[in-house]
């Protein structure tokens, strides 16, 4: 699911998404930067927790966020179709103006998440390489904000990710 392959390479991927992706109850669609649909988020409002699950465009469920049950403070799932967790998001530093987060992936590096969250203006890495940027800059829409996926990444998870802190973010 990483970049779109070209030449035999891979290149960046680019995807909008809408501050405050989606209230719980609330559908919307992720698009590329060509404006093609590739992704949709169901907003489900369950009795125990608030969850958001990702679909591709035939609506296949992809990843699964939810809160954590018994509500580590600032903790979020993410599962796969399955319903296997395969990342925990959680926030790890409070400072004025700039937020930390951890990403532990399953069968991956833990990730980090740098900057402003609420700003929609940090850097996900795991170690020293940059993994996606998301950021305000490249859309002049209001309330729309980038999310740029370096190549070789599970774009659908890095999406899932920048859902789930925008989510906690505003909460």
Same mark, same amino acid.
């Given at each position: *699911?990483?970049?779109?392959?070209?030449?035999?390479?891979?290149?960046?991927?680019? +995807?909008?998404?809408?501050?405050? $992706? @989606?209230?719980?109850?609330?559908?919307?669609?992720? !698009?590329?930067?060509?404006?093609? &649909?590739?992704? +949709?988020? #169901?907003?489900?409002? %369950? &009795?125990?927790?608030?969850? %958001?699950?990702?679909?591709?465009?035939?609506?296949? /469920?992809?990843?699964? $966020?939810?809160?954590? $049950? %018994? =509500?580590?403070?600032?903790?979020?799932?993410?599962? #796969?179709?399955?319903?296997?967790?395969?990342?925990?998001?959680?926030?790890?530093?409070?400072?004025? $103006?700039? #937020?930390?987060?951890? @990403?532990?992936?399953?069968?991956?590096?833990? *990730?980090?998440?740098?900057?402003?969250?609420?700003?929609? /203006?940090?850097?996900? !890495?795991?170690? =020293?390489?940059?993994?996606? !940027?998301?950021?305000? &800059?490249?859309? &002049?829409?209001?309330?729309? +904000?980038?999310? !740029?996926?370096?190549?070789?990444?599970?774009?659908?998870?890095?999406?899932?990710?920048?859902?789930?802190?925008?989510? *906690?973010?505003?909460?």
């Amino acid at each position: *699911m990483g970049g779109l392959k070209g030449r035999g390479e891979e290149s960046i991927q680019r +995807y909008k998404m809408h501050e405050k $992706l @989606v209230s719980i109850g609330d559908d919307y669609r992720i !698009e590329n930067e060509t404006g093609k &649909r590739e992704f +949709y988020v #169901d907003g489900k409002a %369950l &009795r125990l927790r608030d969850t %958001l699950i990702i679909k591709d465009e035939q609506g296949n /469920e992809v990843y699964k $966020l939810q809160e954590k $049950l %018994l =509500r580590i403070k600032d903790t979020m799932g993410v599962q #796969d179709a399955d319903g296997k967790t395969v990342a925990t998001i959680k926030k790890a530093l409070i400072s004025p $103006l700039r #937020d930390r987060w951890k @990403v532990e992936v399953v069968d991956g590096p833990e *990730m980090d998440v740098r900057g402003n969250i609420l700003d929609h /203006e940090y850097k996900i !890495e795991a170690g =020293r390489e940059k993994v996606a !940027e998301v950021s305000k &800059r490249w859309f &002049r829409i209001r309330d729309t +904000y980038g999310v !740029e996926i370096e190549p070789g990444q599970d774009s659908a998870l890095i999406l899932a990710i920048a859902a789930a802190l925008d989510q *906690m973010a505003h909460d």
